[in-house]
C-alpha cells in the first residue's frame, strides 16, 4: 500500500491524543473481521455479515490488489479501520478512490479516530493522484452525516445503494 500515509500521535489543545493510523497487513485478517462485524451489527446487518479473517487476509497479502484498509489504534490498540477499493470514473475519466467502509469500535467512539481515518483516506487519495474519495452514507445514520458535513462532503439527495447478488445475479446472468 505505498502511499498511505502512517500518522504518529496527534497533539490537540487538550494535550496528547493517542491515535495512530498504519496501513492494515497480512495478519491483520482478525482485527479487520473485529471492527467490520461491530459496523454490521451497529447498522443492524449482522445476518449480512459472513467475512472471515482467511478473507481480509487474501487482499492484504496480494501486493497486485484493488483495495486496501486503514487501521486507526488509540493508546496502541486498535479501534477502528477504513477500507477502500480502486475504482473509476467514466464522467471524469479517471481513477477514483472508493471508500467501502469507517468502522469505530463501540470503546473508542468519540474520540476523533474516525475523523482522522477520513482525513488520513483523504491523504491517500491524494497522494494516489486521485481526484476523488467517495462513499455511501446510510440516510438515517445522523452521526456520520454530521462526521462527513464537517469535513466539507458533498452529500447528495436522491442516491441509493442498489445490490445484484444471488439467484437475481444469477437469473439476470442466464
Not at 498511505?4 to 482478525?30: E, N
Not at 487474501?58 to 486507526?72: M, S, V
Not at 479501534?79 to 472508493?98: K, L, N, V
Not at 483516506?121 to 452521526?143: Q, S
Amino acid at each position: 500500500m505505498d502511499g498511505v500515509p502512517r500518522l504518529g500521535p496527534r497533539t490537540g489543545g487538550t494535550g496528547l491524543m493517542s491515535i495512530t493510523i498504519r496501513p492494515a497487513v497480512a495478519g491483520d485478517g482478525a482485527t479487520l473481521t473485529r471492527m467490520i462485524r461491530a459496523l454490521a451489527e451497529h447498522h443492524g446487518y449482522e445476518a449480512h455479515f459472513s467475512a472471515q479473517p482467511e478473507d481480509y487476509e487474501k487482499f492484504l497479502a496480494d501486493p497486485a490488489a484493488i483495495n486496501g484498509a486503514l487501521i486507526a489504534c488509540w493508546n496502541g490498540e486498535p479501534a477502528g479501520c477504513a477500507t477502500w477499493q480502486r475504482s473509476y470514473s467514466t464522467f471524469i475519466g479517471r481513477e477514483t478512490i472508493y471508500m467501502e467502509d469507517i468502522s469505530v469500535l463501540p470503546d473508542y467512539r468519540r474520540k476523533g479516530i474516525g475523523s482522522a481515518l477520513l482525513r488520513a483516506m483523504a491523504r491517500f487519495v491524494l497522494d494516489r493522484g486521485a481526484p476523488r474519495l467517495h462513499w455511501l452514507l446510510m440516510a438515517w445514520n445522523g452521526e456520520a452525516r454530521r462526521l462527513y458535513a464537517e469535513a466539507g462532503a458533498v452529500i447528495e439527495d436522491g442516491n441509493c445503494h442498489c445490490i445484484l447478488e444471488g439467484e437475481a445475479l444469477e437469473r439476470l446472468a442466464s
